[in-house]
């Protein structure tokens, strides 16, 4: 049985918590927290950003935190709300673009993990994802988020197959210098009883040089703009595949 490509992060939102479970959500969370504390800012109230499933948001809550999700794909949230109520947690959740975030509330924090921002393919709308998380924070408020480079694309680390129980996967990736867009084919395989389903999902990322990103946060407004080689406190090197940005309003 078989279908044809879906929407990004439809189709395998029932599935996603499945490849990611060997994800460190802890240890990212303990990442951002020293971010927080290496740049003297605290927060109450935290807006997970391109939150998926939730996983992470239901960590920041245990965590002591205030914390709301947002998520384009309506998929991945109904899986987070559904968490919410095995777990009790009562996250609010909302449908919304990045680049058309809109919320009747503001926060001391703004996180967007796992290269989210890179789906922004369209500089203008990146550009306007800064602007509306920007408006978003309270005073003293830290956005914390993190992208692939050039190099990550380029040395093809997309390129990946493998089983989680019942699902089996493989992910290829094309890369074109000249517009720095990195497509990637993703197949999956999912056994259910004696037949095995088969569907696709299309993801497109873009990469932005620091340059880019730099220029646009300080339009944005942010007053300082740091960048970091992913989970360390020092500078980006040649071969970082991820780097960590952090404005201070």
Partial sequence: MTSSASEPFEAVA??????MEEIPYIWWWHYVETLLDHYERTAETVLDLCCGT???????????????GVDR?????????????????NIPYFVQDASELELPYTFDLVVSL???LNNITDPARFAECMR????????????????????AFVQKLFNQSGKRRNLRYRW?????????????????????????RYFREIHT????????????????????????????????ERRSDRVFYVGLK
């Fill in 114 to 116: 796992f290269d989210s």
């Fill in 73 to 89: 794909s309506a998929a991945m949230i109904a899986q987070a709300r559904q968490k919410t109520l095995q777990h009790g947690s």
């Fill in 132 to 151: 509306r998380v920007y408006r978003h924070l309270n005073p003293q408020g830290v956005f914390i988020f993190d992208l692939n480079t050039e190099y």
């Fill in 205 to 236: 990322q873009r990469a932005y040089t620091e340059r880019e990103v730099r220029t646009m946060m300080r339009e944005a407004g942010f007053a300082e703009v740091e960048v970091l080689d992913a989970y360390t406190l020092h500078p980006p």
């Fill in 14 to 19: 029932p599935y996603y918590d499945l490849l």
């Fill in 54 to 68: 939730g996983n992470l948001t239901e960590l920041i809550a245990l965590n002591g935190y205030k914390v709301m």
């Fill in 172 to 196: 290829r990736s094309e890369y074109d210098r000249e517009t720095r867009l990195c497509t990637v084919y993703m197949d999956f395989w999912v056994q259910e009883g004696d037949t095995e």
